[in-house]
């Protein structure tokens, strides 16, 4: 890789947005259920076709200096850091048998880095989403999760499951994305939340987490022998709890399976409450969500647990930790006009503690990737 300048005229703006998930944490890479809905938060991406010898010129607002892409570059691993969501995506249409021309792309965002909300995803998806037009590529919008995932688990080394990129490509606005991680069938869920007097507050905790560290594949890596040791193609094939936590020979991987079980069961009763225009009624779900992920998967800190111990008590319906674990946000589903005695209540919370201030948003259901010109 070497920086360098592009000299291509603009020709196109495309946007991908980050993601929260209402619920369903840890379920996708066990070909479960999940209802994540898009923020307003985007990555975007400014592109033109660039003559000549076939490389891409990439600027990003992540890099003071932008960075040119060669066929050479095209290998796993073989670029890092930002550029490697790129570079990854680049390798996953060639490897696919896509042809690219070369391309000068702008990246800019603000989508919070390490927060649980998608930033990897949003850039790969945008990405994406410019190279398909660019090139003219007919890679059907239904099929481009599954290539963004795989340039973030193969060339990136990132053992995600395809919920992110789902998310961040085909979300509505004014609904969640009720998604079979296996099939990749597709529900848009009406979710609105002023219609129903309520205010969805994200609480990022500023504990940053790293997917790319041991305990995340490690929960995976459990879940994946678990549903071997169970006979089953993966853990949402378990209809019989009860007797699948007794098959099961220790303390550890009977808590990894419980998780799995249970949120996949929540995600679908939350979605049952959806259709049936009960909103509020999802919040217990959301609370007993992150009790299992406190309690059986192990994934949160005391950051986030803080955080959403004193929004119940401050009167919130329901709270729960989105995304990988580890660190990262925090929903908490509010009254409208309790949003902002939540988030104070949450703040001092943190500053009795010592900790980072938090910092908060109202989240909106925004709509999946697309060419804004």
Do not use: K
Not at 10 to 30: C, K
Not at 302 to 314: G, H, K, P, S, T
């Amino acid at each position: 890789m070497s920086a360098g300048n592009g000299t291509s005229a603009e020709q196109g703006v495309w946007v991908a947005p980050g993601r929260v998930n209402l619920i369903g944490e840890h379920t996708d890479y066990n070909d479960g259920f999940v209802l994540p809905f898009a923020l307003p938060h985007r990555t975007v991406v400014t592109a033109g076709l660039l003559p000549g010898a076939t490389r891409w010129a990439v600027s990003s607002s992540f890099a003071s200096e932008p960075t040119v892409l060669t066929p050479d570059d095209l290998v796993p691993g073989r670029a890092t850091g930002w550029a490697g969501y790129v570079a990854g995506v680049l390798w996953a249409l060639t490897d696919a048998g896509y042809a690219l021309p070369g391309a000068e792309l702008s990246v800019d965002s603000d989508v919070p880095v390490g927060a649980g909300l998608s930033s990897s995803a949003a850039l790969e998806c945008a990405v994406l989403t410019a190279m398909c037009d660019l090139a003219g590529i007919d890679l059907p919008v239904a099929d481009r999760p599954r290539l963004a995932q795989r340039a973030e688990n193969v060339y990136v080394g990132v053992p995600c499951g395809v919920m992110d990129q789902a998310a961040s490509t085909l979300c509505r606005a004014g609904h969640a994305l009720f998604l079979d991680c296996r099939s990749l069938a597709v529900e848009h869920v009406p979710f609105d939340l002023a219609a129903a007097g309520l205010a969805m507050l994200v609480i990022d905790s500023r504990t940053p987490h790293q997917h790319v560290d041991n305990e995340y594949a490690l929960r995976r890596r459990t879940c994946e022998q678990a549903a071997r040791q169970l006979g089953v193609p993966a853990l949402r094939d378990v209809d019989d709890l009860d007797a699948a936590l007794r098959a099961l020979p220790d303390a550890v991987t009977r808590r990894r399976v419980r998780h799995v079980v249970t949120e996949n069961q929540r995600v679908r009763r939350a979605v049952d409450l959806l259709r049936a225009g009960r909103l509020p009624d999802i919040g217990p779900l959301l609370t007993a969500s992150h009790r299992s992920m406190r309690d059986d998967y192990e994934i949160t800190v005391a950051q986030v647990d803080l955080a959403v111990d004193v929004a119940l008590d401050a009167g919130a319906l329901g709270a729960r930790m989105t995304g990988g674990g580890f660190g990262g946000c925090v929903l908490a589903l509010v009254d409208a006009d309790r949003a902002d005695a939540v988030r104070a209540a949450i703040a001092g919370a943190y500053a009795d503690r010592g900790f980072d201030p938090p910092v908060s948003f109202l989240a909106e259901a925004g709509a999946g990737a697309y060419r804004v010109r």
